[in-house]
C-alpha cells in the first residue's frame, strides 16, 4: 500500500539549515512529488514539486532559491533541502505523491492533485 513517512523536522534559528526526508513504501508512484506546509489555523500550501526524479522542480515564489527539492530513486526518498529559513517558515511540512501532472500549473493547485500523503513534521524557526 502506498506510504509516506517525513522526517527532519526541528527546531532552527532564522537563516539556518534544515533538510527534510520523505521516505515512500514500494507501492508508492513517486514519479511527481511534492512538498507542502500547513500553519496552525492555515490551508496547507505547496512549497516545492518535482517530476521525473529531477527532471523538472518547480517552487512556490516563497521558497525560490532557498529551498531545494531532489529525489533518489534508489532508496525511495524525496528530499526537501531548506536553507536561508525564516520564521514565516514554521509550519508542519508533509509530502505527497499524487496523480499525473502533479506539479502542473501553481503550487495552489498541487494539493487537489495528491493521492499519499505522509504524516507530516514539524519545522519552527524563530526570531
Known amino acids: 500500500q502506498a506510504q509516506l513517512a517525513e522526517s527532519g523536522g526541528g527546531s532552527v534559528q532564522a537563516g539556518g539549515s534544515l533538510r527534510l526526508s520523505c521516505a515512500a513504501s514500494?507501492?508508492?508512484?513517486?514519479?511527481?512529488m511534492a512538498w507542502f506546509r500547513q500553519a496552525p489555523g492555515q490551508e496547507r500550501e505547496g512549497v516545492a514539486c518535482?517530476?521525473?526524479?529531477?527532471?523538472?522542480?518547480y517552487y512556490a515564489d516563497s521558497v525560490q532559491g532557498r529551498f531545494t527539492i531532489s529525489q533518489d530513486k534508489d532508496n525511495n526518498t524525496l528530499y526537501l533541502q531548506m536553507n536561508s529559513l525564516k520564521p514565516e517558515d514554521t509550519a508542519t511540512y508533509s509530502c505527497?505523491?499524487?496523480?499525473?501532472?502533479?506539479?502542473?500549473?501553481?503550487?495552489?493547485?498541487?494539493?487537489?492533485?495528491?493521492?499519499?500523503w505522509g504524516q507530516g513534521t514539524q519545522v519552527t524557526v524563530s526570531s
Open positions: 505527497g505523491a499524487g496523480r499525473h501532472g502533479l506539479c502542473g500549473g501553481t503550487s495552489k493547485y498541487w494539493a487537489g492533485r495528491v493521492d499519499t
Open positions: 518535482v517530476i521525473g526524479f529531477g527532471r523538472s522542480a
Open positions: 514500494a507501492s508508492t508512484n513517486t514519479y511527481s
